[in-house]
């Protein structure tokens, strides 16, 4: 029996009762020690998933998604970005556009079934939409291949397997060893999706998606399910005849954990789709970009030419802006961060990192030499409508912070940047 539990980024999770909200909520004993273990090793990998403040609390981090514990407990992080009205209701479906834009996945609509899959959690959207594609690609029909068989059979089929005929004891003479071709859906794409199909039908809590699910389980009881996840991925065909795979490709990477989500370490195969909030926001803000930049102008992201000094004729620590914008002869650095700035709150510097002004500055010297424009991007929030003022290192390089508007998707005070970018990204 599944427990859905709903709760935010940073919320705090304990074992002692509590009025639950998307702040705070209470899980049992054996998830809170579950925690604590899977909080280790992210822990070694050097970022955190929860945070123990004392023994009866656990903080969660900057992750959002989905997180199933052995025990049956399933956590919704939902991001922490709305203030006001149904606060679960907007996060969720900003949550789901944000991965849908970030990976470049393509939403299936399938009628009353996509309006009701509109208010469920993370998991039950991500899995309907993987079994609407997979419908539709049974529809279509799936791909077959021809299988090389050497086998003993009492009579001659295909082509006769001379050698091993030969070395036959006079005892088994009356066998043929013989090697054909069959015709089997038995490929590296069909595989995968016998592998995510099973991790669904034990996953999934919703009628719509659990009938569906079993039902095209059925069609494929004769496809192993994948043992050698990577390897079929990388065989995943992509000619011509394989294009209607295509759209179902990253709904499977999704599920499989073969994308941006963090996999959870261990035997447990629960459903798992955490994602770092910081990462998500930059790719959803570069995909975003690259729709409203001109032809003309060429966007590079994580750019990595160049280094913060030379030492003993070679180079050290590369500085890699989340993206860089060149057109012409001009170029911008622009860096995201997911964080709640305050722009009432001179005192506190906004709540402005020192260390991001560091960064920028570096990928100014060296990206820019020294003169242009950097821009740092924030989500905007009720008490971060407009551009800060502009930060002026001096030697005609300037840095704006900007803010963008997840809901209607528009950089704010865009027109405050040099004419060329400000003319393509005001026009959005």
């Known amino acids: 029996m599944i427990t859905l539990i709903t709760v ?12 639950p909200t998307l702040d705070r909520a209470q899980i049992s004993a054996s998830a809170f020690d579950w925690l604590c273990k899977q909080s280790e090793s992210f822990s070694k990998a050097g970022a955190a998933l929860v945070q123990v403040e004392g023994r009866h609390w656990l903080r969660l981090d ?11 407990t399933r956590l919704e992080i939902l991001p922490k970005h709305f203030e006001c009205g149904d606060c679960e209701v907007q996060s969720r479906a900003l949550l789901r556009r944000m991965i849908q834009r970030s990976l470049n996945l393509k939403s299936r609509k399938v009628g009353p079934t996509a309006l009701e899959l509109y208010h469920a959690p993370l998991s039950e959207w991500v899995i309907g939409q993987f079994l609407a594609a997979f419908d539709h690609l049974i529809k279509r029909g799936m791909r077959f291949d021809y ?11 295909g082509q006769l397997n001379v050698v091993a005929q030969m070395r036959q004891p006079p005892a088994r003479q009356q066998f043929f060893q013989v090697r054909h071709d ?5 490929r590296a794409e069909n595989r995968l999706l016998k592998l995510a199909l099973e991790r669904v ?7 719509t998606n659990w009938r569906l699910a079993h039902e095209l389980r059925s069609l494929l ?31 499977c990477e999704l599920i499989l954990n073969q994308q941006m989500p963090i996999a959870v370490a261990g035997e447990w195969q629960g459903i798992s789709l955490l994602f770092p909030m910081e990462k998500l926001f930059e790719r959803y803000f570069e995909a975003w970009l690259r729709r409203s930049l001109p032809p003309e102008a060429k966007l590079t992201s994580q750019a990595s ?26 170029c911008w650095v622009l860096d995201t961060k997911w964080k709640r700035l305050n722009a009432a709150d001179r005192d506190k510097k906004y709540g402005l990192s020192q260390s991001d002004f560091y960064q920028l500055f570096a990928y100014g010297q060296k990206y820019l030499q020294g003169h242009g424009e950097l821009v740092l991007i924030y989500p905007r929030r009720e008490a ?28 704010l005070d865009a027109d405050l940047l040099s004419l060329v970018i400000a003319q393509a990204l005001s026009r959005v």
């Open 305 to 330: 030419s160049e280094y913060l000094c030379e030492h003993n004729h070679g180079r050290m620590f590369r500085l890699e802006p989340d993206l860089l914008v060149r057109q012409g002869s001009q």
């Open 384 to 411: 971060f409508q407009r551009a800060l003022p502009p930060f002026d290192f001096g030697g005609g390089l300037r840095l704006w912070v900007l803010p963008f508007d997840l809901e209607t998707e528009r950089l």
């Open 62 to 72: 900057s992750y959002v998604g989905v997180l199933e514990t052995p025990c049956g």
């Open 221 to 251: 009881h004769e496809v192993p399910a994948s043992s050698l996840v990577r390897e079929d991925f990388r065989a995943w065909g992509t000619d011509r005849l394989m294009a209607h795979y295509q759209p179902i490709k990253p709904w």
């Open 182 to 186: 069959i015709f089997v859906a038995d």
């Open 147 to 157: 299988q090389r068989i050497e086998e003993e059979q009492r009579y001659l089929r």
């Open 201 to 207: 039908c034990k996953a999934t809590q919703e009628p």
């Open 8 to 19: 935010r980024e940073y919320a705090r999770l304990t074992i002692d009762a509590v009025e």
